[in-house]
């Protein structure tokens, strides 16, 4: 089974089951095709040997923080490890068809509403992070990876490189994501887009 088998699947159509041993696969063939052992993953990721070796197995799902770590230690956005970049462009994604990730640790969601595209640089993400969670990243994945991200519904605190900003619906912030980052909210969800490029 190659990473290809989350182009042959609508989302809707998948189990929990089934997308978290797809996502395993694919997680996998990413570490092998870059010739890497699962333990030169662990120093790149600081993820122990063992959580990586259940997590290619199937047996658990990363978390956004995990997710973070994979994508700094391969060099990819994350929409990437959870959907393989498309060579050719897809045009037209419906709604049913979008990749949808599920954290239940952090109450977090993201849906991939354009999938990646060796076409086109610019990537849309829909995501919600329940009341009283904490999401926080080392380090990018890609340095300098242009955001822009709206606010749609809710409250959500952001710290950029350091930087604190308090957004409320309808508020765009922008930025180049040269260090660590953290996605906070309090007595509500946030529910925001966020554009790639």
Same mark, same amino acid.
């Given at each position: 089974?190659?990473?290809?088998?989350?182009?042959?699947?609508?989302?809707?159509?998948?189990? *929990? !089951?089934? &997308? *978290?041993?797809?996502?395993?696969?694919?997680?996998?063939?990413?570490? $092998?095709?870059?010739?890497? !052992?699962?333990?030169?993953? /662990?120093?790149?990721?600081?993820?122990?040997?063992?959580?990586?070796?259940?997590?290619?197995? #199937?047996?658990?799902?990363?978390?956004?923080? !995990?997710?973070?770590?994979?994508?700094?230690?391969?060099?990819?956005?994350?929409? &990437?490890?959870?959907?393989?970049?498309?060579?050719?462009? &897809?045009?037209?994604?419906?709604?049913?068809?979008?990749?949808?990730?599920?954290?239940?640790?952090? #109450?977090?969601?993201?849906? !991939?509403?354009?999938?990646?595209?060796?076409?086109? *640089?610019?990537?849309?993400?829909?995501?919600?992070?329940?009341?009283?969670?904490?999401?926080?990243?080392?380090?990018?994945?890609?340095?300098?990876?242009?955001?822009?991200? $709206?606010?749609?519904?809710?409250?959500?605190?952001? $710290?950029?490189?350091?930087?604190?900003?308090?957004?409320?619906?309808?508020?765009?912030?922008?930025?180049?994501?040269?260090?660590?980052?953290?996605?906070?909210? #309090?007595? &509500?969800?946030?529910?925001?887009?966020?554009?790639? /490029?």
């Amino acid at each position: 089974m190659g990473s290809r088998i989350w182009n042959n699947f609508p989302n809707m159509e998948l189990s *929990k !089951t089934d &997308q *978290k041993l797809v996502l395993a696969e694919h997680l996998r063939t990413l570490r $092998v095709d870059r010739g890497l !052992t699962l333990q030169e993953l /662990a120093a790149k990721s600081g993820i122990s040997r063992a959580t990586l070796s259940r997590i290619e197995n #199937g047996e658990v799902s990363p978390t956004a923080e !995990t997710l973070g770590r994979l994508a700094s230690a391969f060099a990819v956005p994350v929409s &990437q490890l959870l959907t393989p970049m498309e060579q050719r462009l &897809q045009a037209f994604v419906r709604h049913a068809e979008q990749i949808v990730w599920l954290d239940p640790n952090n #109450g977090y969601s993201r849906r !991939t509403v354009s999938p990646p595209s060796g076409q086109l *640089k610019l990537e849309m993400i829909e995501c919600t992070i329940a009341p009283h969670q904490r999401i926080a990243y080392d380090k990018p994945a890609v340095l300098g990876h242009e955001h822009h991200l $709206v606010l749609l519904s809710g409250a959500l605190s952001l $710290v950029v490189d350091g930087e604190r900003y308090e957004l409320l619906p309808g508020d765009c912030l922008r930025y180049r994501l040269l260090g660590s980052s953290c996605f906070e909210t #309090g007595d &509500q969800s946030a529910r925001y887009f966020i554009a790639l /490029a």
